[in-house]
DNA sequence: CCTCGGTTGTGAAATTTTTCACAAGTAATA
DNA sequence: TATTACTTGTGAAAAATTTCACAACCGAGG
């Protein structure tokens, strides 16, 4: 379960999950075989699997579908999680317009702006509700986990929302840097990931 | 300059940067301060800095604009970089409609699609292309990044019509996982940002 | 039943990364 | 100039993570 598993490794094993959810459960996989789809050396893979449990495996390597209940079982990733999301802009919207598709894990239940006018203009499956109801929508509809898509300003209040309502993580795609020591917040932002990207390669030249 | 700088460091570094952007170059800070604006301790950012090189600081602590010289020396993050954008989705447009502001580090120069009709019946500032010209378009107009936003099918396609253009660099929202030896590529996604996140969280009670 | 060609699982070594502790520096103030 | 109260920079210790190497296992085919 959760006895602290190294993070890279938690990082590593959600990889591999993702690639065997788009698989037959049937298709038998070699460490060296799933390394190579995921771009991770096969012992580190198998290290992996050796520090998490014990996961069934055969001459040839693993059943897809072992593994991937395996993986289930250590983060209890079957169960369906409720997400909403804070912020209707053209990155919130995305979300709320084309739900992930993870074998039903996350399902986007409520979306929350500022802007009455956007909530009742746009039309959407998912309802949708002004910000100062967001810690008891989240607290009534029980909903697990938060997408932060809203300015850079605004995201610190909309955290403290989120924890009001009782949240359990949140993914924050606004430029603010969260944190919090209660709950899990990751952040992510796309102008970093670019700048880290050019920060990797070594011999860029750079033109106009 | 890159005599290869530990990976954590180089993104522990870019995430600084990102703070110092929006902030006073007059601004002084001690590392301690710093480091509770980006979650990283103190002594943490000290061994970064110190390993990176030398950085002038005084009893006060380091003044955010000569922070910032200090890691664009590093990285020469200041001058601007090319990028394209594949895929003109709901993503894939918001990149070019709401174009990164980052001391004008990026510039999106161009965008690319399949479908011909999307390419004619948007408006948009960022000239669009067929998908078909990408490899031309990309050599011709000097591209150093490309932004993968494409249905996963046609993922592995793209990066290699970006690679035969000459990029350097990628970063991909498809769902397929992209690498290559010759160029960077860092694979993004957003349901498995998620499943990282709830990985993370220890006592998470799923209902439904 | 033995061997061959493949595989996993894992202790131990190697490496990387983080943390710690503290000498040394600096400005301000008396 | 001496003192105080901050700071940085960094070698060395500690911890975390990856890599390695190889015993053990498995199934197929003589």
Redesign the interface.
């Known amino acids: 379960m ?1 006895f602290q598993l190294p ?1 890279q490794t ?2 590593r ?3 591999i ?3 065997l959810l ?1 698989m037959d459960r049937e298709t038998v996989l070699s460490s060296a075989k799933l390394g190579k ?3 991770i050396p096969a012992h580190t893979i198998r290290k992996d699997l050796s520090v998490a449990g014990k996961v069934k495996s055969s001459n040839a390597g693993y059943k897809a579908g072992e593994l991937l209940d395996f993986i289930n079982g250590l ?3 079957g ?5 909403c999301v804070a912020g209707i802009g ?2 919130g ?3 709320i ?2 739900p ?3 074998g039903g ?2 399902i986007i239940v409520a979306g929350f702006d500022t802007n009455i006018n956007k909530i009742e203009v746009m039309k959407s499956d998912v309802p949708l509700f002004p910000a100062y109801e967001m810690a008891d929508r989240i607290r009534e509809m ?1 909903i ?2 938060g ?1 932060i898509a809203v300015p ?1 300003q605004a995201a610190e209040m909309t955290m403290q929302r989120m924890k009001e309502g009782g949240i ?4 924050n795609f606004s ?1 603010a ?1 969260l ?1 919090d020591k209660d ?2 917040v ?1 952040n ?17 030249e ?3």
Chains 1, 2 share one sequence.
Do not use: W
């Open positions: 959760s993070v938690v990082s094993l959600c990889l999950y993702r690639v788009g789809l995921v771009n983060f209890n990733f169960a369906p999680l409720r997400v053209l990155l919207s995305s979300f317009k084309n992930v598709q993870e894990q996350f029980r697990d986990l997408i850079a359990k993580g949140i993914l430029p840097i944190g709950i899990a990751r992510v932002h796309f102008a970093e990931e670019l700048r880290f990207l050019t920060a990797m390669i070594p011999d860029l750079k033109g106009v």
